[in-house]
């Protein structure tokens, strides 16, 4: 049962870290790509959104698929999309086919988180389901940590279009493994449950159209606060570290570019270390609203002193993008949440429909913030004032995002979700 729950893990792994690292390159090589297609900022934040577009837009069939498809035929074909996109990107002469290797890298990569939630749900027990998605969430990190300085440190000797050729062959491989290696669940291999293995009966499977899985979902009211709290708190960490970060770093703190790449990598590390302690501490907390609140709030506060634009010494600011990284993974635990105030049996689908909203917000964010910073000053460089009215942008959404984790109902840790008691009448938790 170990082996086979830590091969299912690991080989999820691996294509959470592709993912990531796809999610932010553009920050570290936005200068690159605005050499190679002649792009404005508007223009640029398109095609570094692009990614985000679809990956919003695949969320809840993501969710759908993993409830009824299973993970590992989702995985296996959502790795061989996303090598071929990631090699079209690499090889692509114009901003058309850029735009289309980066949509299919999207669209790829958009099955693998919930695909590993899945697993997570299947192959650990309930109390063990926030650990091992902070231990996923700092792994997926190191492929974000990838994207920053060292992608800026190797684009100094080869050229990035090699470096995304080079990922598209690895996403096939690693196809293959996930087809021979990795199952749904222990059952396809004649083992126990988690919850048979714990004394509780297993949830029932999902026989239903899938649409009146979604529609129980979607109608359920206590799904929703976590979808806006990521598309404000989790929206504006993702166009900031994955696209605006750099840009502004150089441009009003003139800092050069692999200093700039060393503040996004401290926001994944951050990010990385905060996704493994948050989600073990709440776990052992048998809570999650308190940790989540708490860290919003500071995430919230870390945007004021950029705001302000005040001009942090080096320490200062590593420290300030540090704590957000580490803040942000608060955001983490609304996943849990999610699951655990709906059906058991489509906890695939209740993720998908909250993480929907974390990856919604960039696709709006990255262009409104190079369409911000286009109004004055066109594709030439931009000043701290332009700078000043696009992170107010961001911060606008920020708090509102804060503002819903108000809203999130605790869990306890436990699956708190009850059946609708009669036709007609919203579901109810118990």
Known sequence: MRRLRWTAYVLGAAAFVLAFFHR??????????????????????VLAAAYFYVYFAMQVPSGVLADTWGPRRLFTAGSLVAGAGSIIFGLGETLQVAIAGRLLVGLGVSVAFISVLKLNAAWFSERQFATATGLLMFIGNMGGLMSAAPLAWIVGFTSWRNVFVASGALSLALAALIWFLLRDNPRQLGLPSMNELEGRPDAPPQTSHWLQGLGVVLRNRQTWPGFFMNL?????????????????LREVHGMERALATYHTSAMVLGFAAGSLAVGALSDRMGRRVPLLRALGGLYAACWLPLLAGWPLPLGASLGLFTLMGIAIAGATLSWSCAKEVN??????????????????GPAIYQPLVGWVLDLSSGASAHSALDWQLALGAM???????FACAFLIRETHCRNIYAPEPARGRAPELR
């Open 232 to 248: 404000g708190l989790v929206g504006s960490f993702l166009t900031f570290a994955g696209l605006w970060a750099v840009p502004y």
């Open 343 to 360: 059906p058991p049996e489509l906890s695939g689908t209740a993720t998908s429909v909250v993480n929907t909203g974390g990856f919604l």
């Open 24 to 45: 932010l390159a553009p920050a570290a090589i936005a200068g690159e790509l605005q050499g190679a297609f002649a792009t404005s900022g508007t223009t640029l934040g």
């Open 395 to 401: 911060s606008f959404f920020t708090f509102g995002g």
